[in-house]
T-cell receptor
Framework: GQNIDQPTEMTATEGAIVQINCTYQ??????LFWYQQHAGEAPTFLSY??LDGLEEKGRFSSFLSRSKGYSYLLLKELQMKDSASYLC??????????WGAGTKLIIKP | ETGVTQTPRHLVMGMTNKKSLKCEQH?????MYWYKQSAKKPLELMFV???????ENNSVPSRFSPECPNSSHLFLHLHTLQPEDSALYLC???????????????FGPGTRLTVL
């Protein structure tokens, strides 16, 4: 079966750095997405990786290793507004999006 | 700020009621999606429409009935629902249909549905 694993919940301190991991086992691979979802709001697109390596966008970076079936989202200089759920999703060989259950990130002052 | 709107934002209904969820996208996209999001579970894709044509129905019970009158509007008609259908129902749209390139999906804020 197809599976996306990410931690259920993480806690970090304001101003610090946090890394949210995502491992996947899918039938084929055609890209990996990260979304941010604040409570009661729409998921919003953060990043897309299809080739190995690091993609940087301001305070957020996303890394992909296709050979290891692994990605991480790195958040730097954490702010209270970064408290949200972070969803990892992989597009398989049929271009279906397989979603993880999300990681709830709690930022403490 | 989102180019995808959903109404109502909250809905409470009995098991014998009939109601409809509405989604509208202002992004000029060609594909639209309905998802179900339950607590601590992955998003479940329910229906996909590409240029108003339904291209996917992921074994969704017939008590959920989608309608896509044009590329900008999507409805989900609900009748005789069960308490386990209580969840957040999300609408999304993308410029490209599934299977064509790195189409990014843009989501609406969802309808929080409670079935009593």
């Amino acid at each position: 079966g197809q599976n996306i694993d990410q931690p259920t919940e993480m806690t970090a301190t304001e101003g610090a750095i946090v890394q949210i991991n995502c491992t996947y086992q899918t039938s084929g691979f055609n890209g990996l997405f990260w979304y941010q979802q604040h409570a009661g709001e729409a998921p919003t697109f953060l990043s897309y990786n299809v080739l190995d390596g690091l993609e940087e966008k301001g305070r957020f970076s996303s890394f992909l290793s296709r050979s290891k079936g692994y990605s991480y989202l790195l958040l730097k200089e954490l702010q209270m507004k970064d408290s949200a759920s972070y969803l990892c999703a992989v597009r398989d060989s049929n271009y279906q999006l397989i979603w993880g259950a999300g990681t709830k990130l709690i930022i403490k002052p | 700020e989102t180019g995808v709107t959903q109404t109502p934002r909250h809905l409470v209904m009995g098991m014998t009621n009939k109601k409809s969820l509405k989604c509208e996208q202002h992004l000029g996209h060609n594909a639209m999606y309905w998802y179900k999001q339950s607590a601590k579970k992955p998003l479940e894709l329910m229906f996909v429409y590409n240029f108003k044509e339904q291209t996917e129905n992921n074994s969704v019970p017939s008590r959920f009935s989608p309608e896509c009158p044009n590329s900008s509007h999507l409805f989900l008609h609900l009748h005789t629902l069960q308490p386990e259908d209580s969840a957040l129902y999300l609408c999304a749209s993308s410029q490209l249909p599934p299977g064509q390139g790195a189409d990014t999906q843009y989501f609406g804020p969802g309808t929080r549905l409670t079935v009593l």
